[in-house]
Each structure stands twice: as structure tokens, then as C-alpha cells.
């Protein structure tokens, strides 16, 4: 079986014209040179190295900056998403939470509104609409709400 397993990968990697070995990891370096050549990406056996050259090569793909920079790059790719979506993006994260949530509310239809115990309050109103389940302000009385449409969907009461 592992001489088949062998065969066969030996015949892959001469069709694709990489130099086949019977080291694993040998295999796996010239599979990843083989596929960074490809995509035009600078190779090296150093791992770091060639995170930063593949994530360099999606970030420029995307048209997104790229930098070495660890926190550059989450902010950038950020506000590449936010771009992408029509979120006004910022380097506050307090307002970034806000215009995400805008943004979900504002597609599922939901009032939105930066008081939490609003939008709370709104969601759960969504969901209760969704669910076809009475709301009310009275958290009482959306709980035995909640509870008496559990009892019916099981079967404890008609």
C-alpha cells in the first residue's frame, strides 16, 4: 500500500514537474516552492518568510497595503471589509462595533440606535416577529410568551 501510496505521488509530482522524495517534509518544501513559483511569490525554507510573501501576495491581490506590521495589516484588512460592505470605517474600535451593528441591523430591517438596551430591545422584537411570537416591553411577559410557544411546539399544552 504506502509503495502504491508512493507510486502514485510520484507520478503527480513528475507530471507537475517537482522533484519527487521519499522525506515528507522535503515534499512539502517543494510542493510549496512549487506553488509559490506558480503565484509568483518569493520562496524560502523560512516559515515566517514565507507567511509574510503569501500574505504580501492576497493583500495585493486585494489592493489592500501591506506592511510587516501585524496591527497595520488587521486594520487594514478592516477597513478593506468595511469598504467592501459600505461601512464608514475608523480607527476607534467602539465606533467601528457601532457601524457594524448598523450595518446588520440596517439589512435585517431592525431600528438601530447607539442606546444598547434599545437595540436590544429591538432585536428581540425582531426575533420575536420572526418567530411569530407576541412582543411587549413587560419582560415577564415575553418570557411566559416564550415559554407558552416551547409548551405548544412540544406538546405539553394544546
Known sequence: MVLCIQGVWYFVFNKC??????????????VWYFVFNKCGILYSESMVFCIQQAWHFVFNECDILYSASVV???QRVWYFVFNECDILYSE?????????WYFVFNKCGILY???VI???QQMWHFVFIECGI??????IFCIQQVWYIVF???GIIN
Open 17 to 30: 514537474g517537482i522533484m519527487y522524495s521519499t522525506s515528507v517534509v522535503l515534499c512539502f518544501q517543494r
Open 72 to 74: 497595520f495589516c488587521i
Open 92 to 100: 476607534s474600535v467602539v465606533f467601528c462595533i457601532q457601524r457594524v
Open 113 to 115: 440606535s447607539t442606546s
Open 118 to 120: 434599545f437595540c436590544i
Open 134 to 139: 407576541l412582543y411587549s416591553m413587560s419582560v
Open 152 to 154: 405548544r411546539e412540544c
